[in-house]
Nanobody
């Protein structure tokens, strides 16, 4: 079992930055592909970014590419999402998710087994 707790959300003006963190419980964090997803009010949840077990590979949605950076610290059991040049359309609840994998290069953001409860990001115009 992996428990995930997100933090770092808040209110920011357009053009600003925020860094989200996701702390994971357990001793198997380094065996999990990690991802960030978001859900805006009235919309379906969408993929934002994913990172491989070691952190060597990353994958981004086109809407955030060049503005967001996903990273992880396996020694701290934590994954981060650095968000810059934020736009009002980035307003959403951001969720951290995990899936155990045996492949180092795996970054597929599918079939996530574990989810956090989310942290709200609001970008004002």
């Amino acid at each position: 079992q992996v428990q995930l707790v997100e933090s770092g959300g808040g209110l920011v003006q357009a053009g600003g930055s925020l860094r989200l963190s996701c702390a994971a419980s357990g001793r198997t964090f380094s065996r999990h592909v990690m991802g960030w997803f978001r859900q805006a009010p009235g919309k379906e949840r969408e993929f934002v970014a994913a990172i491989s077990r070691s952190g060597i590979s990353t994958y981004y949605a086109d809407s955030v590419k060049g503005r967001f950076t996903i990273s992880r610290d396996n020694a701290k059991n934590t994954v981060y999402l650095q968000m810059t040049t934020l736009k009002p359309e980035d307003t959403a609840t951001y969720y951290c998710a995990a899936r155990e994998s045996r492949v180092d290069s795996d970054i597929a953001p599918y079939d996530m087994n574990y989810w956090g409860k989310g942290t709200l990001v609001t970008v004002s115009s």
